[in-house]
């Protein structure tokens, strides 16, 4: 079976290192990561920085994070494909220059958003706005954690969908269990937002497969948080088909992410 991580941390933090299932992720090695993505048979990863680092030193708005990002993307093109970790509350202006330099300077594909670290509201188009106008601009996917209260929650983030409806928005984790629902409805409502099934039940992953389609679906790890062979058995233990397990597997993330899988 083919397979791309479509959620992937990534980046060096000593705080993220003393509770992580991939020990050896954490150090900002670009090598780890090939040697990770060839431990769960995966041709590609989207490849992003963990959370604001809790241990100095400090990286406010990300750019040392992201400059990591950037160094394993040029490095293995044809295997990584970066993300940025954006914090829009730093300002339009800001947040666009950023996005600029990343796109030019490593061929940013996306942006990681996490709206309850961050403290705004992914629905606040005065803080959104500039983002997702470059984002529209270039083509970039959003990909946003999803399904904690109160700010990253899917409901909100529809209306970002809903305000920008030529960009793709994946949704980690559908929902989360506690917010499985809002995922699916959010879902159904506009076709540009597809989630990603990271951390989520057995239950959760058959219920938005039911409720929605296998199109809308991409398999994602959350390493080094989460173990790639356990997130990986899920999708090969609940009934899917073959063909199903395809597109969550890795056809869904390639037509997402632009990655030529055509073999």
Same mark, same amino acid.
């Given at each position: 079976?083919?397979?791309?991580?479509?959620?992937?941390?990534?980046?060096?933090?000593? *705080?993220? &290192?003393?509770?992580?299932?991939?020990?050896?992720?954490?150090?900002?090695?670009?090598?780890?990561?090939?040697?990770?993505?060839?431990?769960?048979?995966?041709?590609?990863?989207?490849?992003?920085?963990?959370?604001?680092?809790?241990?100095?030193?400090?990286?406010?708005?990300?750019?040392?994070? *992201?400059?990591?990002?950037?160094?394993?993307?040029?490095?293995?093109?044809?295997?990584?494909?970066?993300?940025?970790?954006?914090?829009?509350?730093?300002?339009?202006?800001?947040?666009?220059?950023?996005?600029?330099?990343?796109?030019?300077?490593?061929?940013?594909?996306?942006?990681?958003?996490?709206?309850?670290?961050?403290?705004?509201?992914?629905?606040?188009?005065?803080?959104?706005?500039?983002?997702?106008?470059?984002?529209?601009?270039?083509?970039?996917?959003?990909?946003?954690?999803?399904?904690?209260?109160?700010?990253?929650?899917?409901?909100?983030?529809?209306?970002? &969908?809903?305000?920008?409806?030529?960009?793709?928005?994946?949704? @980690?984790?559908?929902?989360?269990?506690?917010?499985?629902?809002?995922?699916?409805?959010?879902?159904?409502?506009?076709? *540009?937002?597809?989630?990603?099934?990271?951390? &989520?039940?057995?239950?959760?992953?058959?219920?938005?497969?039911?409720?929605?389609?296998?199109?809308?679906?991409?398999?994602?790890?959350?390493?080094?948080?989460?173990?790639? @062979?356990?997130?990986?058995?899920?999708?090969?233990?609940?009934?899917?088909?073959?063909?199903?397990?395809?597109?969550?597997?890795?056809?869904?993330? &390639?037509?997402?992410?632009?990655?030529?899988?055509?073999?």
């Amino acid at each position: 079976m083919k397979v791309i991580d479509a959620h992937m941390h990534y980046g060096t933090d000593r *705080n993220v &290192a003393a509770s992580t299932c991939v020990p050896y992720l954490v150090h900002g090695e670009p090598e780890s990561v090939i040697r990770l993505l060839d431990e769960e048979e995966a041709s590609h990863g989207i490849l992003f920085p963990h959370d604001r680092r809790m241990s100095p030193p400090w990286d406010a708005d990300y750019d040392k994070a *992201n400059a990591e990002i950037g160094v394993a993307a040029l490095r293995y093109p044809d295997r990584i494909v970066g993300v940025a970790r954006i914090d829009p509350t730093f300002g339009g202006d800001h947040t666009q220059a950023l996005i600029d330099r990343y796109v030019g300077d490593w061929n940013c594909r996306g942006v990681k958003l996490v709206a309850g670290y961050d403290f705004y509201r992914p629905s606040d188009m005065r803080i959104m706005g500039p983002l997702l106008d470059k984002c529209e601009e270039y083509r970039l996917t959003v990909l946003m954690h999803s399904g904690d209260a109160p700010r990253d929650l899917p409901y909100l983030q529809a209306q970002a &969908a809903k305000a920008y409806p030529k960009v793709t928005f994946q949704l @980690a984790h559908i929902g989360m269990h506690t917010f499985l629902w809002e995922a699916i409805l959010a879902c159904q409502e506009y076709p *540009n937002i597809v989630v990603d099934m990271s951390q &989520a039940y057995p239950f959760d992953i058959m219920t938005f497969v039911k409720n929605v389609s296998a199109d809308r679906l991409l398999y994602g790890s959350d390493v080094p948080y989460q173990s790639p @062979a356990v997130e990986q058995m899920k999708l090969k233990v609940i009934g899917l088909s073959p063909e199903d397990q395809e597109k969550v597997f890795w056809r869904n993330a &390639a037509r997402i992410w632009g990655i030529d899988r055509t073999e």
